[in-house]
């Protein structure tokens, strides 16, 4: 712990001595930026937030699925520890996600190892939903609109990951253990433990994939994650249009705004404890610029504002279930570093 707060602290002073060393440079009208802030709709932020507290819902009602050959759970058991788990990640970073699978595994009395197992394949549905509805946004953009062509070619990029993603989950669920062996020998060559992890990550793919008892259950665990993805891309559609004092944001398409949560998302994957929250901010707002012409105080008020409804909304509700379900988060959330070492042992 000593030695990441040492790099978190240089990587704060970095960016304070880059912005310091730039200050010329920077042209932001603060006024404009409150102006921004003050005159948001709050309606449509209410919307927002209430998609995304929905999807948490969801959450619980894929896990509960993807754990019925085991045990039989109601997904109401499971929603308080998917709040408590993201809260973590808003609060600690990243590093925290895999608190989630660590609480599940006590609310639930499973093994630490088949919840791991969950989370894997959890998240590679979320890759293949969130690229599904992405490269269909994409593909559809009118062609009247600005930057079409880079669209289509993102939009046709993500369906070819999609595919992707889909013959590797389908070979994993055939032949596992080959796809591990071939993996563990060929990444083995360039790092001996690179090569275990990754093998080690393909069988739990494959014992995830073993959950779905039928392919009605692969059906509508897909359904899911694809109805949470689209609430999610709806609420970054309602908080752009928050912006009612900024055409360019106001007058956002569902198809467009996908870009910006790609943007999001990429600039949240090495998310740090209260750093990440700014670099996240900066990702959303240079996406903004880039893509739509929002001027730089919009497009910051509105990438902070989505940093509120996607993620920092959700702690005030994980720290309440946090006290119901009788949960310490922060010893919690450094159960990590444990959940590691037993999925990297495995």
């Given at each position: 712990?000593?030695?990441?707060?040492?790099?978190?602290?240089?990587?704060?002073?970095?960016?304070?001595?880059?912005?310091?060393?730039?200050?010329?440079?920077?042209?932001?009208?603060?006024?404009?930026?409150?102006?921004?802030?003050?005159?948001?709709?709050?309606?449509?932020?209410?919307?927002?937030?209430?998609?995304?507290?929905?999807?948490?819902?969801?959450?619980?009602?894929?896990?509960?699925?993807?754990?019925?050959?085991?045990?039989?759970?109601?997904?109401?058991?499971?929603?308080?520890?998917?709040?408590?788990?993201?809260?973590?990640?808003?609060?600690?970073?990243?590093?925290?996600?895999?608190?989630r699978p660590y609480l599940l595994a006590?609310?639930?009395?499973?093994?630490?190892?088949?919840?791991?197992?969950?989370?894997?394949?959890?998240?590679?549905?979320?890759?293949?939903?969130?690229?599904?509805?992405?490269?269909?946004?994409?593909?559809?953009?009118?062609?009247?609109?600005?930057?079409?062509?880079?669209?289509?070619?993102?939009?046709?990029?993500?369906?070819?990951?999609?595919?992707?993603?889909?013959?590797?989950?389908?070979?994993?669920?055939?032949?596992?253990?080959?796809?591990?062996?071939?993996?563990?020998?060929?990444?083995?060559?360039?790092?001996?433990?690179?090569?275990?992890?990754?093998?080690?990550?393909?069988?739990?793919?494959?014992?995830?994939?073993?959950?779905?008892?039928?392919?009605?259950?692969?059906?509508?665990?897909?359904?899911?994650?694809?109805?949470?993805?689209?609430?999610?891309?709806?609420?970054?559609?309602?908080?752009?249009?928050?912006?009612?004092?900024?055409?360019?944001?106001?007058?956002?398409?569902?198809?467009?705004?996908?870009?910006?949560?790609?943007?999001?998302?990429?600039?949240?994957?090495?998310?740090?404890?209260?750093?990440?929250?700014?670099?996240?901010?900066?990702?959303?707002?240079?996406?903004?610029?880039?893509?739509?012409?929002?001027?730089?105080?919009?497009?910051?008020?509105?990438?902070?504002?989505?940093?509120?409804?996607?993620?920092?909304?959700?702690?005030?509700?994980?720290?309440?279930?946090?006290?119901?379900?009788?949960?310490?988060?922060?010893p919690a959330a450094i159960e990590h570093?444990?959940?590691?070492?037993?999925?990297?042992?495995?």
């Open positions: 712990m000593k030695k990441r707060n040492a790099i978190f602290l240089v990587i704060l002073i970095a960016l304070a001595v880059t912005v310091f060393l730039n200050r010329g440079r920077i042209h932001f009208d603060w006024s404009a930026f409150m102006l921004q802030l003050r005159t948001v709709s709050l309606g449509h932020l209410a919307a927002g937030i209430a998609l995304i507290w929905g999807t948490f819902w969801l959450r619980a009602w894929r896990w509960s699925i993807f754990i019925s050959p085991t045990k039989k759970v109601p997904f109401t058991r499971l929603v308080g520890s998917q709040f408590i788990g993201f809260t973590a990640v808003a609060l600690f970073g990243r590093l925290a996600d895999l608190t006590k609310r639930v009395d499973l093994s630490l190892s088949s919840q791991v197992a969950v989370y894997t394949i959890e998240r590679m549905f979320d890759l293949a939903a969130a690229a599904i509805i992405f490269s269909t946004a994409m593909a559809v953009t009118p062609k009247g609109l600005p930057h079409h062509d880079l669209f289509v070619r993102v939009g046709l990029g993500s369906l070819v990951v999609t595919v992707a993603i889909a013959v590797f989950a389908v070979s994993v669920r055939i032949a596992g253990g080959a796809v591990a062996a071939f993996a563990r020998t060929t990444i083995g060559r360039l790092s001996k433990p690179a090569g275990e992890s990754f093998a080690t990550k393909v069988l739990g793919f494959r014992d995830g994939l073993n959950t779905l008892a039928s392919f009605q259950d692969f059906l509508l665990v897909l359904a899911i994650s694809l109805t949470m993805w689209g609430m999610i891309g709806g609420a970054y559609y309602e908080t752009a249009h928050a912006f009612v004092r900024t055409p360019e944001l106001a007058g956002l398409t569902f198809s467009r705004t996908m870009l910006l949560m790609a943007a999001s998302i990429g600039g949240g994957l090495l998310t740090l404890p209260i750093i990440g929250w700014f670099t996240q901010i900066a990702a959303m707002a240079a996406a903004m610029q880039a893509f739509y012409g929002a001027p730089i105080e919009a497009a910051t008020a509105c990438g902070a504002l989505l940093l509120v409804v996607t993620m920092l909304s959700i702690v005030p509700v994980g720290l309440i279930f946090a006290q119901i379900e009788q949960v310490s988060l922060k570093e444990a959940i590691a070492g037993v999925d990297a042992a495995e």
